[in-house]
């Protein structure tokens, strides 16, 4: 069991907190997006690792996670972005009695970002992302927690890198689902 929430365990399915709308609905045309509210908001200053959204979220997921869950974020599109704002969350929620695996998952190799019209099936996550040799997931249950997801893919194809690894259990999780 990872949530304490039990309806939340064993579906198989992505755990979203909430909704997501993005900013623009234009970029271009500087349209922004009506429907863009405070939650969306705090989702882009995780994004760009702002302690206040960090400890936002932490407060909204600490009394969540059951103890002695692992924690594995999905990693950035961006290759060379080794540490991001949903990795300090991560580790600031595998510090309350859960086990540190944050960035067990690296992205070997940048993919374009799906907001700028990047190719993102699950294949193009299994080609750049690998596991760190020198950590391990054997027999954990694992909570993989992403920011947003728009069509799961990375969410499903990091699960089976760590079922591949040894994961018994790997339940998903994103902070927003993109609307």
Not at 13 to 21: D, G, Q
Not at 120 to 149: K, P, Q
Not at 156 to 162: D, F, N, Q, S, W
Request: charged share 30%; proline share 2%; hydrophobic share 40%.
């Amino acid at each position: 069991m990872v949530f304490k929430n039990d309806s939340w365990n064993g579906t198989g399915e992505i755990v979203v907190y909430s909704n997501y709308h993005r900013y623009w609905i234009d970029r271009a045309r500087k349209i922004k997006n009506p429907l863009f509210d405070v939650f969306s908001g705090k989702i882009l200053d995780l994004k760009e690792g702002k302690p206040q959204a960090i400890r936002y979220f932490y407060n909204l997921l600490k009394e969540e996670i059951c103890d002695g869950v692992t924690i594995c974020v999905v990693p950035s599109s961006d290759s060379e972005k080794t540490e991001t704002g949903l990795g300090k969350l991560g580790e600031m929620l595998a510090a309350d009695q859960r086990i540190n695996k944050v960035y067990f998952l690296q992205r070997k190799r940048s993919i374009p970002k799906l907001a700028a019209g990047g190719l993102r099936n699950r294949e193009v996550h299994m080609r750049s992302i690998e596991a760190v040799e020198d950590m391990s997931v054997e027999g954990a249950i694992v909570l993989l927690m992403d920011d947003v997801t728009t069509t799961g893919n990375s969410l499903y194809a990091c699960r089976e890198i760590l079922r591949m690894h040894g994961a018994d259990e790997v339940e998903m999780f994103a902070l927003g689902k993109a609307i």
